[in-house]
């Protein structure tokens, strides 16, 4: 029995001799969260687009003169298709639009009773697309060609219609709410040249009507891949 006793004894003053020589454990390893992956803004998107127009016309005739700059406005909806390619934080891309547009507006001076009326039902652009990103928001200037069916005539007769080519630029914001999903608001200017309208349609003879657009619109984009 005694020899029983001993033996335990000494086993416990070993094993406290062991546990004294072990390291004290350390403290435990700090948590470090993810980093989170930032939005890459390359990849093919499409869209739609919607919202107001307003600009100016000018009736020019050699005879009856001149209607001064007068006032049109009016909204426009459609769609968007594009691409874009990031490097670093700078985004280049290319974009393309069309819309349907109630865009008309018209004056009497030098028009009489009658007045000119200039319009247009749609817009369409092909443009360079060139900006700067932090993350999920994208700044960026855009600038290329301008289609748009311009209309003249006197009110209540027929009209000239023609397909005018033109230049456009703007600038714009986009920001990516969801992996997959983006929304913009963006401004453009369009610049078109000048629609020939003659005696039938215009009076006088051989009248030069001008139009220009400012376009302030917003969009929602999808754009196809992940982050």
């Known amino acids: 029995m005694k020899r029983l006793v001993f033996a335990v004894a000494l ?11 072990l390291p004290m454990p350390g403290p435990a390893p700090a948590y470090i969260p993810p980093v989170a992956r930032a939005y890459s803004w390359t990849g093919f998107y499409l869209g739609i687009n919607g919202g107001g127009a307003f600009g100016s016309s000018k009736w020019s005739d050699p005879v009856l003169g001149s209607t001064g700059n007068f006032g049109a406005a009016g909204a426009l909806v459609g769609g968007t298709v594009g691409a874009n390619y990031q490097m670093g934080q700078f985004v280049i891309g290319i974009e393309g639009d ?20 200039t319009r247009s039902d749609w817009l369409a652009t092909v443009r360079g697309r060139a900006g700067y990103a932090v993350d999920r928001v994208l700044f960026y200037g855009t600038g290329g060609a301008a289609f748009a069916n ?60 001008s139009l220009n657009e400012n376009i302030i619109r917003g969009g929602v984009n999808f754009k196809f891949g992940g982050w």
């Open 98 to 117: 069309g819309d349907w547009s109630s865009l008309s507006g018209s004056t009497h001076v030098t028009c009489g009773f009658t007045p000119c009326e």
């Open 11 to 21: 086993s416990f003053v070993a094993g406290q001799a062991l546990a004294a020589d």
């Open 150 to 209: 311009v209309q003249a005539g006197l009110s209540g007769g027929p009209f000239t219609n023609s397909t005018q080519t033109g230049w456009t630029a703007g600038a714009g914001i986009e920001y990516a709410f969801a992996p997959n999903w983006t929304a913009k608001v963006e401004y453009l200017f369009a610049d078109l040249p000048n629609l020939s309208c003659g005696a039938v349609n215009c009076g006088g003879t051989a009248t030069s009507v």
